[in-house]
T-cell receptor, first 113, second 111 residues
Framework: DGGITQSPKYLFRKEGQNVTLSCEQN?????MYWYRQDPGQGLRLIYYSQIVNDFQKGDIAEGYSVSREKKESFPLTVTSAQKNPTAFYLC????????????FGNGTRLTVT | SQELEQSPQSLIVQEGKNLTINCTSS?????LYWYKQKYGEGLIFLMMLQKGGEEKSHEKITAKLDEKKQQSSLHITASQPSHAGIYLC???????????FGTGTSLTVIP
């Protein structure tokens, strides 16, 4: 079955460490997205990519980095510069050209202490 | 400020009751999406609306987009405990696949 896989489901890190969240899709979608979800704030866009080797900042890109070397993969690195990294992170993908809904992974809950 | 305002923020209903969730934008909506989320999980796509006045239904859930394409509603008929979760509306900024979301409505259905 096609879908989006995020791993791991739970991640714990010490403050000051960089951490990379994995996102893989086998839907053959061109566009991929990273969102952060905090209680009471809905989803906020971190980065998105519409094609391999290209990506754009979203609304809250500071303290995060991404890469898009393969169509299937869009890893997100939470750097030590991110002031409040503890959150639920969601990866999504969709087709480009026309209106098409986002398909989401099951999320990674990151806790930094 | 939020580009998409959802109301109410939370809702507690008795099983069997009907309910409505609203999603309002100050800008024209070119693609409006409704999602459901169980706590700690990803979002499940429910329905997409594009045309003014459009209405779609799936099982006991009906979504509508107003004629001006600035407001959408999600109506659940005869609610069940399985309907519980967070409902989010989302839209496309129409500037190249940039999706944004409302803050969500938390629904609790009491058996």
């Amino acid at each position: 079955d096609g879908g989006i896989t995020q791993s791991p489901k739970y991640l714990f890190r010490k403050e000051g460490q960089n951490v990379t969240l994995s996102c893989e899709q086998n839907l053959n979608h061109d566009a991929m997205y990273w969102y952060r979800q905090d209680p009471g704030q809905g989803l906020r866009l971190i980065y998105y990519s519409q094609i391999v080797n290209d990506f754009q900042k979203g609304d809250i890109a500071e303290g995060y980095s991404v890469s898009r070397e393969k169509k299937e993969s869009f890893p997100l690195t939470v750097t030590s510069a991110q002031k409040n990294p503890t959150a639920f992170y969601l990866c999504a993908s969709t087709r480009t050209g026309g209106y098409s809904p986002l398909h989401f992974g099951n999320g990674t809950r990151l806790t930094v202490t | 400020s939020q580009e998409l305002e959802q109301s109410p923020q939370s809702l507690i209903v008795q099983e069997g009751k009907n309910l409505t969730i609203n999603c309002t934008s100050s800008k024209t909506l070119y693609g409006l999406y409704w999602y459901k989320q169980k706590y700690g999980e990803g979002l499940i796509f429910l329905m997409m609306l594009q045309k003014g006045g459009e209405e779609k239904s799936h099982e006991k859930i009906t979504a509508k987009l107003d004629e001006k394409k600035q407001q959408s509603s999600l109506h659940i008929t005869a609610s069940q405990p399985s309907h519980a979760g967070i409902y989010l509306c989302g839209a496309d900024r129409n500037t190249g696949n940039q999706f944004y979301f409302g803050t969500g409505t938390s629904l609790t259905v009491i058996p």
